[in-house]
């Protein structure tokens, strides 16, 4: 949530000459509605459902670049299919960086009526170990340009695949 995400994977999209697909775009195309409809209409639970089907649907797919939405971990099993499927990427920011990232958006129904720095900060804190025990390599978005995030991913994803290549991992 307010990481950059959805930008990062389009431009590593285009560097990898790789398909890429938003989650949550999807799930709007197929439900017909944005995301905060859908929680307020239906549930987050519902929401959370259409995420991993969706997960699920995508294990077909090969040499594709996936921005998940910011809870898709917080089921285990998603991280799993993650896993199994390719190499997980956890953006991260300071609490503050997303706070100013997000802050005039209304289709954050996470946030609705807790758009603050210390909710936000506590919600982090909360979804961490799930970010942890799915992610493959981290890289934080504080004060880096696309280029240099995209670099940074390319470069930790080559020494993840020689070491996966080298039987290091």
């Given at each position: 949530?307010?990481?950059?995400?959805s930008?990062?994977?389009?431009?590593?999209?285009?560097?990898?000459?790789?398909?890429?697909?938003?989650?949550d775009?999807?799930?709007?195309?197929?439900?017909?509605?944005?995301?905060?409809?859908?929680f307020?209409?239906?549930?987050e639970?519902?929401?959370?459902?259409?995420?991993s089907?969706?997960?699920?649907?995508?294990?077909?797919?090969?040499?594709?670049?996936?921005?998940?939405?910011?809870?898709?971990?917080?089921?285990?099993?998603?991280?799993?299919?993650?896993?199994?499927?390719?190499?997980?990427?956890?953006?991260?920011?300071?609490?503050?960086t997303?706070?100013?990232?997000?802050?005039?958006?209304?289709?954050r129904?996470?946030?609705n009526?807790?758009?603050?720095?210390?909710?936000?900060?506590?919600?982090?804190?909360?979804?961490?170990?799930f970010?942890e025990?799915?992610?493959?390599?981290?890289?934080?978005?504080?004060?880096?340009?696309?280029?240099?995030?995209?670099?940074?991913?390319?470069?930790?994803?080559?020494?993840?695949?020689?070491?996966?290549?080298?039987?290091?991992?």
């Open positions: 949530m307010g990481v950059g995400k930008t990062i994977a389009s431009q590593l999209g285009k560097m990898l000459h790789m398909d890429r697909l938003e989650m775009q999807k799930i709007v195309e197929q439900e017909g509605m944005p995301v905060s409809e859908i307020s209409r239906y549930g639970q519902y929401f959370r459902d259409a995420e089907n969706l997960l699920i649907a995508l294990q077909e797919g090969k040499g594709m670049v996936v921005s998940c939405g910011g809870g898709v971990v917080l089921r285990r099993e998603n991280g799993m299919h993650m896993k199994k499927n390719g190499h997980v990427i956890w953006l991260t920011a300071a609490p503050e997303i706070y100013e990232r997000v802050k005039d958006n209304k289709d129904p996470i946030l009526n807790n758009m603050n720095v210390e909710f936000i900060r506590e919600l982090m804190e909360k979804r961490k170990p970010y025990a799915a992610e493959d390599i981290q890289v934080t978005t504080d004060q880096k340009s696309i280029s240099q995030i995209c670099a940074e991913i390319v470069e930790k994803l080559s020494i993840l695949e020689e070491q996966e290549h080298s039987g290091e991992c």
